[in-house]
Each structure stands twice: as structure tokens, then as C-alpha cells.
């Protein structure tokens, strides 16, 4: 939750007689927001490396604030099975601990089983509770086809791409995708980290191209940002025409119980605001 975004990932290939067991499970860091990428080691705690991972799905299950990890493998490597230093070395931070999961001997007359049944997969929920003081906020995306006449978006709001920026900080974004992550789904609410601030502004585009905007969302906040099908951007021939259109939509999103009064007020501000700046 500093406000940048960060890459976890798992899992390698299966060749069958060995099994290769080099991901512990890995948190790169970016440094600052510069894409710069640093490994950190004391991220993950439990060691993935005899779980054939081929599922990772992240969100905040526990509404914390920070994001949880998933993982699903395919098989598990049994104690008994012969772990023995990777061969290949390649000036990375794992040389040090990759390791072969070995399952069948070779002998003269070819590949032997050496007895060692695999394990069925395993499920691993890890939560991640930063314990640094860093802040967060959590916004999910509704799209408004059929609720209002002019949404466009399905109401998962499946292909948005959120815009958030930390006050005084750098911007992020991050889509809103199906099928997010191999044979995994992430959440579709997206937890935005914040640093310091006390709180920070989300913009969204929408598919077709609509751009929505909430400004001061505050720390710790969940937001419900709901598709309204005005784009402040787009060439309006009155600022009076742009706020009727905010105004029937919020009205209809009111209606059908996605916002509560106030926070069709708020959104009716900070679309008049957005469109303010634009023009």
C-alpha cells in the first residue's frame, strides 16, 4: 500500500521424471512507482516450492485493506521426494534454493518410477497485513446497462480502467478484467494503495469511452463508482446540458438502489468539478 503497483507470481513447468522447484512464491517490489523491480524475500513466509502452483488470484478477503493472496496447485512434491540443486544457474536471487523435485530414477534401460506418488493440489490462502501505517482505498466498478437508458457497460464493469491518485502522489492504473489471472480470477474490486495520504482522487474510462470522476475519496474508504454515461471530456453543448445528463443518471443509479442519496450528491460534484477543469 504504498501507492505503486507490485508483481507476484508462481509456479514453472512440469517435465514429467523432475519437476522443477524454484519459485518459492515471489513479491517484487517497485521501487517508488519507477518500475524498477526488487525481490522481496521476506514477503511470502510459507515456501511454495514442492507445490505445482498454477492458480494465483489475489483480493482483500479479510476487508483490511490489504490485498490477500490465493494460490492453487495442481500437485504437491511429498517429503520423501529427492530435492536436488538446480543445474542451471542464472545470476537470480534463487539460484541459492532452486532445487529439482526428482520422481523417476534414469537407469540403462531408461526411465525408472522411483515409488513416489504426487500429492493432490493444494489450496493456500495467505492475508497480508502490512502493519506499516500505509493507508488504502478499495473501489469497485458497476456499469450501468439497463439501469440507466444511456449505460452502455456491464454492470461488473468488466473492461474499466481505474485511474487512482494518492494526494501528492503518483497516478496508477489498473483494469478491470475477466479471466484476470491463469485458470484464476483476481477480485473484481480493486484496492488502491495510498502511503501517507489522507485520501485521493479515481477516475475511470469506461469502455465506449466514457470518463467518470471522484475526487477526496478518503482513506479506508469503499467507493461503489457506477457508470454515468456523461463523460465530462467529451464536447457538450452547455455545461447545463452535461449536468442534466449527470442529474437523469444519478436519479436512475438512486432508483436502483446502486447509490444512496449522498452519494449521488457526491458524484454530482465531482462530475460538475471534472467537467469544470476540462473546459
Known amino acids: ?60 478477503l479479510d476487508r483490511n485493506g490489504f490485498v490477500d493472496v490465493v494460490t492453487a496447485s495442481s500437485f504437491d512434491l511429498p517429503e520423501e521426494a529427492l530435492m ?75 473492461g474499466a480502467v481505474i485511474a487512482f491518485t494518492p494526494k501528492n502522489g503518483d497516478t496508477v492504473l489498473s483494469p478491470v478484467t475477466g479471466g484476470s489471472s491463469f485458470a484464476s480470477q483476481h477480485s473484481l474490486e ?20 466514457v470518463r467518470n470522476r471522484l475526487e477526496r475519496v478518503r482513506a479506508g474508504s469503499h467507493v461503489v463508482l457506477p457508470e454515468i454515461p456523461c463523460s465530462y471530456d467529451a464536447a457538450w453543448p452547455s455545461r447545463a446540458a452535461f449536468l442534466g445528463c449527470v442529474a437523469r443518471s444519478l436519479t436512475d443509479l438512486f432508483n436502483a438502489d446502486v447509490l444512496s442519496r449522498g452519494e449521488a450528491i457526491r458524484h454530482f460534484r465531482s462530475m460538475r468539478r471534472a467537467y469544470d477543469e476540462a473546459n
Open 1 to 60: 500500500n504504498d501507492g505503486d503497483q507490485d508483481v507476484i507470481y508462481h509456479g514453472g513447468l512440469d517435465f514429467g521424471v523432475m519437476v522443477p522447484a524454484d519459485n518459492p512464491g515471489v513479491l517484487l517490489q517497485n521501487q517508488s512507482c519507477t518500475g524498477e523491480f526488487t525481490y522481496d524475500a521476506d514477503a511470502i513466509e510459507l515456501d511454495h516450492r514442492r507445490r505445482a502452483v498454477t492458480g494465483v488470484a489475489l483480493g482483500d
Open 84 to 158: 536436488v540443486p538446480s543445474p542451471a544457474m542464472w545470476d537470480a536471487p534463487f539460484d541459492g534454493i532452486a532445487t529439482l523435485g526428482i520422481t523417476w530414477d534414469l537407469t540403462p534401460d531408461g526411465f525408472v518410477w522411483m515409488g513416489i506418488d504426487r500429492l493432490p493440489g493444494s489450496l493456500t490462502v495467505e492475508l497480508a497485513n502490512g502493519d506499516n501505517g500505509h493507508r488504502s482505498v478499495t473501489v469497485q466498478t458497476v456499469g450501468s446497462v439497463g439501469l440507466t437508458p444511456h449505460g452502455a457497460v456491464n454492470r461488473n464493469g468488466i
Open 190 to 209: 480493486r484496492t488502491f494503495g495510498l502511503g501517507d495520504a489522507l485520501y485521493g482522487e479515481v477516475d475511470v474510462l469506461w469502455p465506449g469511452g
